[in-house]
Structure formats: structure tokens, C-alpha cells
């Protein structure tokens, strides 16, 4: 009892420290041994993972803080970086260029591993979400293209108005569009279409997406976190899934373990849990890594692990996609 | 007969060779190996990062008097499929300032360069490009690391190194298969001589290999030296043997004969070199019958023929010092034909009876008695004297060894022993 207090009073005066950018925070286990984990994935998915493995390792003091990617990067790029034996984000082009500068500790290599250093321990599919009340005609577009097609066709009559993540604000929400511009030739049009037909509007995150889809304000949100999606599809039947038949972006969440972590042991395995089976059943069923080999009905584009992804956080890279971006989306809201 | 030193052996210093040379080649193979592979793969890296560098450089232009540029997705995608290397890249502006990129990258003074770069060795290749004649050029860096590279390098010149060992194996076990094979005739060639009889000087008769017949044939020559030699010798103690016994012979029959007739004063005298001329005509003969015996072709003169005859001619021979002392020499002989050599055989008697008779005391007597035993002849001489000593020398001149020669030569063999004041010799000779 008196160590739950104890435990609750060194957390409070930890996250009272951290409390500026540290969005949730969970720890377990009463071991002597710290093992800190700073991760993207929200609290109540991520949380039955952490338990089973801090009940497996009881020897450790597991620490999970939840805190967005790029404050998560700034942090750990930064020169006060903070005790960290994992870093578990989705920001996969932001793992990739702390690996890639030599930050990451190598650890057994796995095919789908880069350098040893950084693993896949979730996906994240990428979807889109309609309003079946008010855009129902979306269930019968098949691609990207289609669409496009649908609203610029001169005969038609129908418009569409589009959510998606504004570029400058989140860090998925530029790499899913910089993802999409090399993908398929598909994306500008697209994008150009919708802001003639019914415009588009810019938001920070999937819920807000969804939000207004679910309000009526939107037909289309574009591009959100399909583990999102699955959870208010399900709340709301009027919200349904799209996922366009040219092919489907599917976002790795990864992990590496850094040079200067105090437990490395301790992270290697916390991965090694993550990624077996055992682990993976603990994950929503969409996050799961076999869900890359799941055919769909679209062929699934995982986001490779190559250090390309690191050109578009170049500025002058990213100051010549915005530039393109502003000529080509006019957002209404 | 003197050991040779001993040298290591053949397969040992086969060993010994091959493995230093096994060990100096899988290493400068690998080492070779390794040095080409990486060249080789350095260059290739090279030209992906050259060709990626150039595709930079082509986009660089002026525009609104800024340098713009791209830094092309696909192209660098391209270079992360030939291994997960960490990529670095850097363009620096005619003002030496950093474009994009890592702008700690250093520049280079040449096209391309192996650093040290964030701790760990990198492949940097650079490109210059002018987009205006009055500034200085712009700069485009294109880096990756070597693990990938270097982990292939290590892989091709181990296996490069492992079939060189499979290689050299192989030929190992040819090599020794072809040395056993090579030392085969020498083999023949050692059994063919120990297993042959000591007076066999015939050729050495079979196929060796070029490199063996040179030996086959010296030691074929050199065997036939001897046989020659040995005839000459043979032919030479055969022609002593008649040459010098028969003037001895006489030389002692003639001192007998003046000894009879010599004149009192000077008659001891004349009798004591009788007796000398005797014991010398004796020592010849024994001498000559060894250096025969020893010369003889084997038993080759062995045949079968009455007994009987050799005895009673033996003891005749003995009949008149016999009487001198009064002692009776009785033959008696069982078996009729046996086999034996008579020139040898009667040497051997009359060494037997000679020394009997000056053992025996006067008015004794000596039996020669030639009996058939299970297997064999045996030849007795038996007399009344007090027998031999016990640690009797060789060489005290009572022939003994010429008589244990005679029975051996003829396989058989010669004992004596004393028993109740009698002494026998006995000759086994089997047949």
C-alpha cells in the first residue's frame, strides 16, 4: 500500500516535470530496474500490452509516456534528451532519421527490421471514412481516379466535400501526404477535384476528421488512422470505412532502442514481446503486423524503410511540397 | 649392420608442406579475394551514388535568383534497395552554405572519399555543378555507409576461402592416394628381398613404375655382382681345397714314413713333426670343409645313397692310430640308403671319431653307430673318454663347430652328452 503511494508520488512528481509535452502516462511493476518507453499509441489500446508484459517482467518498472510524435522527436533529437529505453512512434520518417543519424542501438535483425535497429511492432492501415446518410454514393467509387472522374465529369451532378489532415500541423498528416504524391499519380488530381467540387477542410487529427464527418459538415474524411476509424465506425452506424480500390497506405509503427538507454536488455525485450504472437494478440486487430499479408480488396503500400523518407523533413523539400500543396488546396474551414 | 639416420617420413613432410601451403593460400586468397569483392562493390556504390548525385545536380537551377533543386524520392528509394545502409546527403550553395541535408557532412577535394562521418566509416561522393559562369559551383554530396557492403565482402572471400580448402582437400587426397600408390613398388621390392633366401642372387622380377625401375635395376645389378662374386669365390675354394690338401696329405705320409725309418738320435724329433704334419693335414682339411660348407650351394649335393659305406670307409681311416692304442672302433649301421651329402658328412665323422679316439683311454673302445629315428638319421659317436667341459670355448680345435655346421647345413642338428664314463655325440640329420 504504502509503495503504491510512494510509486503514485514519484509519478506525480515525474509527470509534473515532463507535464508540458507528456500527453498520458502509465507505469507498472514494482522492480528496481527502469524501463522507459515514450510511444504514439494511445492509452487504452496500448494499455493490455503493457500489462501483460509488466506482469511477464516484474522485474522491471515499466514507464509508458504518451506523448505525440513530433514532441516526442524534438525531445529525443534534442540536446536535454530525456532517459528513454524506447522509442515507439508512428512517425515513421521521423524514427527513420534518428536511425539513420546513428542514434539507434543495433539489436538481432529481422527481414522486415532496418539496420538491426528499427522494428515494425504495429501498422497502422490508412482509410477513409464517409457519411452513408449523406454521401452513400461513395460506397460504389473504386479508386482514386474514379472519383475524380465522378466530380469533374461535366454531366454530373454530384459533389463532395473532403476533411483531411492539414500538412503544416501534423506530422502523419504530411507524411501520409508526401506518401501519397510518390505513390500514385492519382493524388493531385483527387485533391484538386474535391477543392472545385464541394472544397476541403484542414484539421489536426483523425478524431476531428471524423467529428466532421459524423456532423454532417463533411462527406469524406481522407486519409485517417484506420485503428480510429474502426473504433467510431462501430460507435456510429451512419460512418462507414473506405478504402479505395488502387491501393491502401499502411503506416508501420516502429520502435529503436537508443545509444544512450539505460536498459537495453530491457527494451530488446519489450520488442521481442511486442512483435511475438503472444503480443500481437494484445494489439486491435487492424494494428496487428501480419495485417500487411491480408488482402483487402486493395493492394496494401506499406510505408518502406528507406532512408528517402527522410528527404520531405529536409526544409527545403518540404517548403517546395507546401508550395505545391497551397496551389492546389484552398481549404474552406 | 648400421642403422640409417632416420629422416621424417615421407607423408609427414607431405603433411607438413601441404598445410603451410594450404594455410599461405586460403589466406592470400581471402585476402585477394576480399580486396577485389570490395573494389568491385566500391564501385558500384559509387556509380549509385554518382548516378543519384548527378540527378540532383541536373535539377539545379536559378530561379528568382535562389538556387532551386529536387531531391528525387524514386532515385533515393533506388539506393536503399542494394542494402539498408544509413544514407547522408548534403548540397552546399556557391556561398558555401548548406542547402539541405546534413550540413556537417564534409566537402570533399576529390570525386569520392571513404570518412569517418557520425563514428562510423562512410562512402561519400560528390558532384560540382556550375548553374552560374561568375559563382562558384554548387556542390551536391551523396554519402552511405559500408555494413552491408563490407558483410557481402566478408561473405564472398570466406566462401572463395572454403572452396579453396574443399579444392585443396581434394587434391590432398589425390596427392597421397598417388604417394601410396608411388610407394607401392618399393614396398614389392622391400618384401621381395627379405623374403628371399640368403644365396639368392636371381633378378628382381616385376613391373615398377619409370621412377622405381631405375633403383629395380641398379639393385638388379648389383645382386648380379655379387652372384659373380661369389662364384669366383666358390670357384676358388674349390680349387685351394684341391690344391692344398693333397700336398699336405702327402707331406704328412711322408713324415710317417721317415719317422719309421728316421736314426735313433734324431727319431723323436722327426715323430714329433709327423704328428704336427698330421694335425695340420687335419686343420686344413677342417678348414677347407668349412670355408666349403659355407660356400656350398645349400644342400644341393644332398642325395640319397648307402650309409653304410661312408662308415666303414671313416673308420678305416682311423684303423691304424686305433691300433697304436689298442682301441676297437665297432660300426654298426642300421639303415641302408639315407639322404646327406658324403663330402661334408664324412668331415663331420672324421672330426667326431678323431676327437673320440684321443679321448679314449688305451685298450677302450668306440662305437659309430648310425640309427633310423621318427623322422630322421642319427649318427652316434660314443667312446669311454671324460666328455667335454662343461663351458667349453669355441675354437679349441676339436671341430666341433664345423660338425654343429655339417648338421645344420643339412637341417638337422648336434648334440653331445656324458653319461656312466661313456660319451656320445650324436648327428640328427632328418630326411
Redesign the interface.
Known amino acids: 500500500m504504502l509503495h503504491a503511494v510512494l510509486t503514485a508520488i514519484g509519478l506525480m512528481a515525474s509527470s509534473a516535470m515532463a507535464s508540458d509535452w507528456i500527453e498520458a502516462e502509465w507505469s507498472g511493476g514494482s522492480g528496481k530496474t527502469p524501463l522507459t518507453v515514450y510511444g504514439t499509441f494511445d492509452l487504452p489500446v496500448f494499455k493490455p500490452l503493457l500489462e501483460a508484459f509488466s506482469a511477464q517482467h516484474p522485474e522491471y518498472q515499466l514507464r509508458y509516456w504518451l506523448a505525440s510524435s513530433t514532441a516526442i522527436d524534438r525531445h529525443v533529437s534534442g540536446a536535454q534528451r530525456p532517459d528513454a529505453d524506447l522509442v515507439f512512434s508512428s512517425a515513421v520518417a521521423l524514427q527513420l532519421r534518428s ?4 542514434q539507434g542501438l543495433a539489436h538481432d535483425n529481422a527481414p522486415d527490421a ?2 538491426a535497429r528499427l522494428f515494425p511492432l504495429a501498422v497502422e492501415p490508412i482509410v477513409a471514412v464517409y457519411h452513408t446518410e449523406r454521401a452513400p454514393w461513395i460506397d460504389q467509387v473504386k479508386s482514386r481516379k474514379h472519383l475524380t472522374e465522378l466530380l469533374t465529369d461535366r454531366q454530373s451532378t454530384t459533389r463532395a466535400t473532403g476533411v483531411m489532415y492539414d500538412p503544416r500541423q501534423s506530422g502523419v498528416g504530411y507524411l501520409l501526404a508526401t506518401q501519397d504524391v ?1 505513390q500514385s499519380s492519382a493524388y493531385w488530381p483527387m485533391l484538386d477535384a474535391i477543392g472545385s467540387s464541394g472544397g476541403w477542410s484542414l484539421r489536426c487529427c483523425s478524431a476531428q476528421m471524423i467529428d466532421s464527418v459524423e456532423s454532417g459538415a463533411v462527406d469524406l474524411a481522407y486519409n485517417v488512422l484506420g485503428s480510429y476509424a474502426q473504433a467510431r465506425v462501430q460507435a456510429n452506424p451512419k460512418l462507414a470505412i473506405k478504402v479505395f480500390g488502387d491501393y491502401q497506405l499502411v503506416m508501420p509503427r516502429t520502435a529503436w532502442i537508443p545509444r544512450w538507454s539505460g536498459n537495453p536488455s530491457g527494451a530488446k525485450e519489450f520488442i521481442e514481446f511486442v512483435r511475438s504472437d503472444a503480443g500481437q494478440a494484445l494489439l486491435p486487430a487492424g494494428s496487428r503486423l501480419n495485417q500487411l499479408y491480408r488482402q483487402v480488396g486493395a493492394p496494401r503500400k506499406s510505408i ?1 524503410l ?3 523518407l ?3 523533413l ?4 518540404r517548403r ?1 511540397f507546401l508550395a505545391t500543396w497551397d496551389t492546389v488546396v484552398n481549404p474552406i474551414d | 649392420m648400421t642403422m640409417s639416420t632416420k629422416l621424417p617420413s615421407i607423408r609427414r613432410q607431405l603433411i607438413t608442406r601441404l598445410m603451410t601451403l594450404l594455410v599461405l593460400t586460403v589466406v592470400m586468397t581471402f585476402i585477394a579475394t576480399r580486396q577485389v569483392a570490395f573494389s568491385s562493390l566500391q564501385q558500384a556504390q559509387d556509380q549509385s551514388l554518382s548516378a543519384v548525385a548527378q540527378v540532383v545536380a541536373d535539377s539545379l537551377v536559378m530561379s528568382d535568383g535562389r538556387v532551386d533543386f529536387t531531391l528525387p524520392y524514386p532515385a533515393f528509394e533506388v539506393l536503399a534497395y542494394q542494402g539498408p545502409e544509413a544514407l547522408f546527403y548534403r548540397v552546399v550553395g556557391p556561398a558555401s552554405e548548406t542547402l539541405a541535408g546534413y550540413a556537417d557532412l564534409p566537402v570533399l577535394e576529390s570525386n569520392s572519399e571513404t570518412l569517418v562521418y557520425r563514428d562510423v566509416e562512410v562512402r561519400v561522393f560528390q558532384i560540382e555543378k556550375r548553374i552560374r559562369n561568375d559563382r562558384p559551383p554548387v556542390k551536391v554530396l551523396i554519402a552511405q555507409t559500408q555494413d552491408e557492403l563490407n558483410k557481402t565482402v566478408t561473405s564472398i572471400a570466406s566462401r572463395a576461402a572454403f572452396g579453396l580448402v574443399g579444392i585443396f582437400c581434394l587434391v590432398a587426397a589425390l596427392v597421397f592416394a598417388a604417394l601410396q600408390s608411388g610407394l607401392r613398388p618399393l614396398r614389392h621390392i622391400e618384401r621381395a628381398l627379405s623374403e628371399r633366401q640368403d644365396d639368392d642372387f636371381s633378378s628382381l622380377e616385376f613391373d615398377a613404375p619409370a621412377e622405381v625401375t631405375g633403383l629395380v635395376n641398379t639393385l638388379n645389378r648389383s645382386l648380379e655382382k655379387h652372384r659373380q662374386l661369389l662364384d669366383r669365390s666358390r670357384a676358388f675354394i674349390a680349387e685351394a681345397t684341391h690344391q692344398i690338401k693333397t700336398p699336405i696329405a702327402s707331406l704328412a705320409a711322408e713324415a710317417d714314413l721317415l719317422a719309421q725309418e728316421a736314426p735313433a738320435p734324431v727319431k723323436s724329433e722327426i715323430a714329433q713333426l709327423a704328428i704336427h704334419a698330421r694335425q695340420t693335414s687335419r686343420l686344413a682339411e677342417q678348414l677347407l670343409t668349412r670355408a666349403a660348407l659355407r660356400y656350398r650351394e645349400g644342400l644341393q649335393h644332398r642325395k640319397r645313397q648307402p650309409i653304410a659305406p661312408l662308415l666303414d670307409s671313416v673308420a678305416a681311416g682311423f684303423e691304424p692310430l686305433a691300433e697304436e692304442k689298442d682301441v676297437a672302433i665297432t660300426v654298426i649301421s642300421e639303415p641302408k640308403n639315407c639322404v646327406f651329402d658324403a663330402v661334408t658328412l664324412r668331415e663331420a665323422l672324421v672330426c667326431l671319431l678323431d676327437n673320440a679316439l684321443k679321448a679314449s683311454p688305451n685298450l677302450g673302445d668306440i662305437q659309430l653307430h648310425a640309427a633310423t629315428q621318427p623322422g630322421g638319421l642319427e649318427i652316434s659317436v660314443i667312446d669311454q673318454g671324460p666328455g667335454f667341459a662343461a663351458d667349453l670355448p669355441p675354437g679349441t680345435g676339436l671341430g666341433l663347430e664345423l660338425v654343429r655346421g655339417v648338421a645344420e647345413a643339412h637341417g638337422g642338428s648336434f648334440t653331445h652328452s656324458h653319461r656312466e664314463g661313456r660319451t656320445c655325440c650324436t648327428l640328427y640329420l632328418p630326411q
Request: proline share 11%; glycine share 10%.
Open positions: 536511425v539513420n543519424g546513428g532496418w539496420r510518390e518502406r528507406t532512408p528517402a527522410i528527404l520531405y529536409d526544409p527545403a523539400k517546395q
